[in-house]
Structure formats: structure tokens, C-alpha cells
């Protein structure tokens, strides 16, 4: 069953509840939403609102319901958007304001496993709903009513309507055959006997736990337990050729720290401290992908979720892979992983550490001088890459591109990848520098949008110097990169994905405080970031044609694999 026609099938119920007004937030797990939203749009069906931050997204909804009675769902796609949602739902409920989150999710398979922007959404914004379910897009295909039954009391209060969508998450076939039909609000039932006795008519949507999920899978007494556990014997693990896959996640880095490990490859993310390690393979994601096959065994430390290189390696079943974790939710998207509590020795593969160097930094160098003196988006993530100091990274392009374009990094990166979230960006590293002391900033245009709030200090407070660079692409880049930025959907694209905004962003710092400095040129850009944090706005202007951006990103990424194939070639396999 197609997430498309999920979908479809969803909206066609709310419009035949008489629901017309819909807040839609830009995302990748809802683009089966946003893509019929937009579709409903252009035939005249609805009237569509797009915002950037689902916080207020939220209380536009609840606007709309407030002031009409019929409440105006709100859209966003998984993760931390769903959160940003709970203000406004929890003013609905005790307004009593007909309020929807209608939340796209992963499948049901995925949830537990630390895939990028998995959660617990179901019971998310609860208690403070009056109902909420759990869908699948086959589900609603199969029983549509299940929408009108869910939104029986929405009258009164918000519903949680939480609807997962498998791949693809495009279109494949024409949009709504037969156009729905727009049906009437139904008027209020009167109290329900509950809400007279001052009882919520909360219905429990348990929260499923994946099996496997909380014990490690590695059985007692195993070789790898019992030696990892008790004395880290070096010996833990046999030669297989082994590479070590690290993301964020502080506590990890501590146990990789504390056992030591031996001369092997790590495929490590910008914001992992394992990154500016000798060992750390720049190009990591292309190095992947181009020795896939060699690959005998994975050990998995922190968080990693960026590339989808990566990501597919991790859920190798022909392979041993080992999870090293101390969270309640191991990175294991694959389902597969045996969990280790830290990280066991590997035998030294000095040869095959050197293979992966010689491919990573020769595809590194292939990259960077692929790049010239263009000024867009790869020309700021590859001087950020060069940069020195405390950097706090948006979620985005811009760490990927880092991710593909840093060598062996002088800079710390910082990140909020838990969830990848594009919320709370500049707020977080004001926090984070008040322990270490200036930072800089770099974000895409929509991440900066999102967290304006962040901008605004308190009169008479100590903060610590940020400079902020942002990379204003107009919108989101990023849907350019996935099937959405191709040019057959170049009428929705725009709309409902790309979003961009009309927003003096100087003049809007310097009436926060900030002093605003717009880049022009790769030269201007290099001698900005050379200099000391001193509370600057920094818009590098890269409103090139996105489609343009988009072409050079699969090019730069050609070309990197080009160029480590040729070095591989050139070495003999360990
Ligand atoms: C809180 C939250 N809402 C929505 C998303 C989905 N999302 C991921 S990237 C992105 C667009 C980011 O745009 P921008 O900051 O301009 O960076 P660019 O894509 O241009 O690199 C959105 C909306 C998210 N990750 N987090």
C-alpha cells in the first residue's frame, strides 16, 4: 500500500469532515501529506498555510480552530517537530479549541532502532489530548473512518493523529483520481458524561517496544560479553576486517577512550569526538561506499545517522556488526547489531587503516580542488571544514557537507543530532558557550528562521561572544537533494518544500543586537571566519539556482568516488 494513497485517503476523511484550512510544516517523512496538500491547493479544495517552525505552526492552527470552530490540522514530519507542537496542543486542551497534529512518523519497524529522526511520537503531546492514534498508511486505505472515529470529540479539544509512511515518499501514480468531496463540520454531540464528571476522555495508545530493544543481544557468557565486561582482554575480537562507525554521543567516546583500541579504520561524522582522531578516514561516506564489499565487520559507537552510505553499511546482515552503547536506544537501524556495553579491542589492521587513508584522502583532495572559487553552499562547508575552534553545526546540509569535505579537522563540531532537529540551533550553542567559551554558528536559512527566538538577549546579562553564519539558500536546499528537487515536481516543490522566506535578515540582527555582515565573495567569506566570535550575523548570500547546487553536490560526490576507486585500485587489499 502506498504511503501516497495513505495520504490521500486521510485528507479525503478530514475534508469530508468539513476541515478546509491545513498548517503545513516542511519535512521529509510528511512529503505524502504535503504532497496532497499542495495538489488540494491547486484545485481550489483547501487553503494552505506553510510555516517554518511547528511551534508556531501550532498556535496558527489553534487560531484557526479558535476562531472557526472547525479545527485546521497541523502537519509536520517526524522527530523533534512533533514536539514542538505539545505549547499549542496543551492551550487547546484546556481552551477547550478544536485543535489537530496530524504527525507523519517512520513504520512502526523502524521506531527503537536509532534511526535519524525516530522517536516516540505516540504519546508524545499526551495527556493533554482528548484522543490519539496510531496509523499506518495501509490502515486508512483499509478502514478510512477510522480518521472520523479518532476525531469524534475534536470538538472539545486536540486529537494526535500519528501516521507512518514507508518509502517512497513521493508520488508514483496521479494525485487524487477522484476529487473528494468537502463535507460539513458535524455540530458538537453536547458533553460527553466524562468531560461532565471532569475526566479527559484519554484513550492509553501504548507505546510498542521493538523487541530485542532494552537487553543486549550478545548472549551471556559469550567470548565477546564476558571479555569485554570483565578484564577488555585485547583478544577480544579476531581479525575480520573491521571498521569503527562513529556519530555523537559523549558517552561512547569516553568508553572508546578509556579501553583504547588498535590501529583500525574509523568512518567517523563531523560532530563525533572520534573525528579528529588520527584514525579517522576523511571522506568517510564516499571511503564507504567504494570498499562496502571488503567490509567484514562494523562496530557502531554514539549515533551516526548523516549518509546514506553509511546507514546501509550499518544494516549489512551479511556482516558482524556490534553496537557499542550505554543509551536506552542503541543506534541499530538495520535491527541486527549484537549490543556491547564498550567498546572491545580490535586487533591492530595497520594495513588496512592505510588502504582507507590513501582512498579518503585522495578523494578529499579531488573534492576540494573540484570546488574552485565558486561562492555557494559547498564553498562555506568546506571553509567551516578548514576553520579552527568551537563550532556548533545546523542540522541539514551543511553538516553533510562537511561530513564530505573535511580533512583532518582543527575544529571541534557540535551538533543536536539526536534527533536532527532544525529547532533550538542558535539557543543551544549559547548554552554550550557559556561552558566553552566563544563559538560560531552555521546554519541554513530555515534553521536560522526557526530558532529567531534564540537572537534576543536579556538586558544586563553576561553571554558569551557567537558569531552566526548563515547560509541563505533561500529555503530548505535539502529537498533538492532527494526526489522531491526533481524537476517534475517543480510545482510543489517551491511551495511546500523549498519554503523560502522573505526576510531582511541585517536589518532584522541589527534590531536584535547583532551586527550584521553580508558575505559577496569566497575571499570576504575566508577573512570573516578567521576572526574572533564578536556577535556578527553572517548571511553568505547563496541564492544561486538550487537545481544548479544540486547538480554540483552529485558531481563533487562523482568525482570523490572516482577519485578513491582509482587509489584503491592502486593498492593492493589488505
Ligand atoms: C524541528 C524540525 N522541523 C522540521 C525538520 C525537517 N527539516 C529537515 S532539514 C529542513 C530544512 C532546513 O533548511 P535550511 O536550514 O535552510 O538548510 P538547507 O536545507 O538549505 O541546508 C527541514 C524543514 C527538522 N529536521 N526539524
Redesign the pocket.
Known amino acids: 500500500m502506498s504511503s501516497q494513497a495513505g495520504a490521500e485517503a486521510a485528507l479525503s476523511r478530514l475534508l469530508g469532515l468539513g476541515i478546509t484550512h491545513f498548517v503545513l510544516?516542511?519535512?521529509?517523512r510528511s512529503a505524502p501529506f504535503a504532497y496532497a496538500l499542495r495538489e488540494l491547493e491547486m484545485r481550489g479544495i483547501i487553503t494552505l498555510h506553510v510555516e517554518?517552525d511547528?511551534r508556531v505552526a501550532g498556535f496558527v492552527a489553534l487560531g484557526l480552530g479558535k476562531a472557526s470552530g472547525i479545527p485546521a490540522p497541523v502537519i509536520?514530519?517526524s522527530?523533534?517537530?512533533v514536539a514542538?507542537l505539545h505549547p499549542a496542543t496543551v492551550e487547546a486542551f484546556h481552551s477547550g479549541v478544536p485543535f489537530i497534529a496530524l504527525t507523519a512518523d517512520r513504520p512502526e519497524w523502524m521506531r527503537g532502532s536509532g534511526a535519524n529522526?525516530t522517536t516516540n511520537q505516540v504519546g508524545m503531546l499526551g495527556p493533554n489530548l482528548v484522543n490519539q492514534i496510531d496509523v499506518s498508511a495501509e490502515d486508512v486505505v483499509e478502514d478510512p473512518e477510522l480518521i472520523d472515529r479518532a476525531l469524534q470529540d475534536v470538538w472539545r479539544g486536540p486529537v494526535h493523529l500519528n501516521a507512518s509512511f514507508e518509502n517512497p515518499l513521493h508520488p508514483t501514480e496521479p494525485s487524487f483520481p477522484v476529487t473528494p468531496e468537502v463535507g460539513s463540520f458535524p455540530a458538537p454531540t453536547g458533553p460527553a458524561d466524562d468531560l461532565v464528571a471532569g475526566l479527559i476522555g484519554f484513550k492509553d495508545v501504548s507505546v510498542p517496544v521493538p523487541e530485542g530493544d532494552s537487553e543486549p543481544v550478545l548472549e551471556a557468557g559469550s567470548d565477546l560479553v564476558s571479555e569485554v565486561e570483565s578484564g577488555l582482554t585485547p583478544s577480544a575480537l579476531d581479525n575480520a576486517r573491521t571498521v569503527i562507525v562513529a556519530g555523537p554521543g559523549t558517552p561512547y567516546s569516553e568508553v572508546l577512550r578509556r579501553t583504547g583500541h588498535g590501529q583500525v579504520p574509523v568512518l567517523a561524522e563531523p560532530a563525533s569526538i572520534e573525528r579528529n582522531y588520527a584514525e579517522a578516514i576523511p571522506a568517510a561516506r564516499i571511503v564507504a561506499d567504494c570498499v562496502n564489499d571488503e567490509i567484514e565487520r562494523v562496530v557502531i559507537t554514539g549515533h551516526p545517522t548523516l549518509s546514506r552510505p553509511i546507514t546501509s553499511l550499518v544494516c549489512r546482515t551479511d556482516i558482524d556488526i556490534i553496537s557499542v552503547t550505554t543509551e536506552p536506544v542503541p543506534t541499530d537501524p538495520g535491527r541486527i547489531a549484537r549490543t556491547a556495553p564498550v567498546m572491545p579491542d580490535v586487533p591492530d589492521q595497520t594495513a588496512w587503516l592505510k588502504r582507507l587513508s590513501a582512498a579518503g584522502q585522495r578523494a578529499y583532495e579531488a573534492g576540494r580542488s573540484y570546488l574552485g572559487d565558486e561562492l555557494d553552499?559547498l564553498q562555506v562547508a568546506a571553509q567551516v571544514a578548514d576553520a579552527e575552534g568551537n563550532w556548533f553545526v545546523?542540522?541539514?546540509?551543511?553538516i553533510r557537507d562537511i561530513d564530505l569535505l573535511a580533512g583532518s579537522p582543527k575544529a571541534t563540531f557540535h551538533a543536536n543530532r539526536g534527533l536532527?532537529?532544525?529547532?533550538g540551533t542558535m539557543s543551544t550553542a549559547r548554552g554550550m558557550a557559556h561552558h566553552l567559551g566563544p563559538m560560531k554558528v552555521v546554519?541554513?536559512?530555515?534553521?536560522?528562521i526557526?530558532d529567531l527566538g534564540g537572537l534576543i538577549l536579556t538586558r544586563g546579562q553576561d553571554e558569551p561572544a557567537l558569531d552566526i553564519v548563515i547560509?541563505d539558500?533561500s529555503?530548505?536546499?535539502?529537498?533538492a537533494t532527494l526526489e522531491h528537487g526533481d524537476p517534475r515536481f517543480s510545482d510543489t516543490f517551491d511551495r511546500v518544500f523549498r519554503t523560502a522566506k522573505n526576510l531582511d535578515i541585517p536589518t532584522l540582527a541589527r534590531a536584535c543586537g547583532w551586527e550584521p555582515v553580508v558575505v559577496t565573495s569566497t575571499g570576504e567569506l575566508r577573512e570573516i571566519l578567521a576572526a574572533k566570535p564578536a556577535g556578527r550575523v553572517i548571511v553568505v548570500n547563496c541564492a544561486q539556482e538550487i537545481h544548479h547546487v544540486r547538480q554540483r553536490r552529485r558531481e563533487l560526490t562523482s568525482i570523490m568516488i572516482e577519485a578513491a576507486r582509482q587509489e584503491l585500485a592502486g593498492h593492493t587489499p589488505a
Open positions: 510544516c516542511p519535512g521529509s517554518t511547528e509536520t514530519t522527530g523533534s517537530a514542538n529522526q553552499a545546523g542540522a541539514s546540509n551543511v536532527a532537529g532544525i529547532d546554519v541554513g536559512d530555515l534553521t536560522f526557526h547560509i539558500d529555503g530548505g536546499g535539502i529537498f
